[in-house]
């Protein structure tokens, strides 16, 4: 038998850079810290721009949503806070949060607050009170005392027009679209 002494060792050779970290430049032994450094500051500045754009757009909403956003977001409250002043409970208020944000952050959300002072009023109503106040659509129809099928004309509209406003602005889109929005906003050719 042969003594341990002659057989290759059964560690894996590394590069001399990599195996003696004090030949490395100083900012090079730890990049890690610098990169999360920078992470963290990126993450910090998005979750600020996030929230001063929650709260711009919180203007939109119902009172008793913009009051919950504005507390969160802009005074800095938490859902436990909230969820005391309340009395409902601090799982129900998260999950009304990420609803009215994700709300609020839609594309559709924007579209309608640029485009609704051009449409006829009827279509403004509803587009503000499906979209904006999140109504649902028989809720809307009795709200503002017009039948379902109404709504649903209107909201097929608006629907109709962001989505070729969305194909226009990204270079695709169906001609066939661009009809049906031209037709959906009043337009004629």
Same mark, same amino acid.
């Given at each position: 038998?042969?003594?341990?002494?002659?057989?290759?060792?059964?560690?894996?050779?590394?590069?001399?850079?990599?195996?003696?970290?004090?030949?490395?430049?100083?900012?090079?032994?730890?990049?890690?810290?610098?990169?999360? #450094?920078? /992470?963290?500051?990126?993450?910090? =500045?998005?979750? @600020?721009?996030?929230?001063? +754009? $929650?709260?711009? %757009? !919180?203007?939109?909403?119902?009172?008793?949503?913009?009051?919950?956003?504005?507390?969160?977001?802009?005074d800095?409250?938490?859902?436990?806070?909230? #969820?005391? /002043?309340?009395?409902a409970?601090? =799982?129900?208020? @998260?999950?009304?949060?990420? +609803? $009215?944000?994700? %709300? !609020?952050?839609?594309?559709?959300?924007?579209?309608?607050?640029?485009?609704?002072?051009?449409?006829?009023p009827?279509?403004?109503r509803?587009?503000?009170?499906?979209?904006?106040?999140?109504?649902?659509?028989?809720?809307?129809?009795?709200?503002?005392? $017009?039948?379902?099928?109404?709504?649903?004309?209107?909201?097929?509209?608006v629907?109709?027009?962001?989505?070729?406003?969305?194909?226009?602005?990204?270079?695709?889109?169906?001609?066939?679209?661009?009809?049906?929005?031209?037709?959906?906003?009043?337009?004629?050719?």
């Amino acid at each position: 038998m042969t003594s341990s002494s002659t057989l290759p060792s059964p560690s894996i050779s590394r590069p001399r850079s990599i195996a003696d970290p004090s030949r490395l430049p100083a900012q090079s032994r730890n990049p890690s810290r610098i990169q999360r #450094a920078e /992470l963290f500051d990126r993450r910090r =500045r998005q979750c @600020r721009d996030l929230a001063e +754009a $929650l709260v711009a %757009r !919180a203007e939109y909403l119902l009172p008793e949503d913009r009051a919950l956003l504005t507390a969160i977001y802009r005074d800095g409250a938490s859902a436990r806070e909230v #969820a005391l /002043l309340s009395g409902a409970t601090p =799982r129900s208020i @998260r999950r009304r949060i990420r +609803a $009215l944000a994700q %709300r !609020a952050l839609d594309p559709r959300f924007a579209f309608v607050i640029v485009h609704r002072d051009a449409w006829p009023p009827t279509r403004r109503r509803v587009a503000t009170e499906l979209t904006l106040h999140g109504r649902p659509l028989r809720e809307t129809a009795r709200l503002l005392n $017009l039948t379902l099928h109404t709504v649903r004309r209107h909201a097929d509209a608006v629907r109709v027009m962001y989505e070729a406003a969305r194909a226009a602005a990204t270079g695709k889109g169906d001609p066939a679209n661009r009809d049906n929005a031209r037709h959906a906003s009043g337009s004629r050719r």
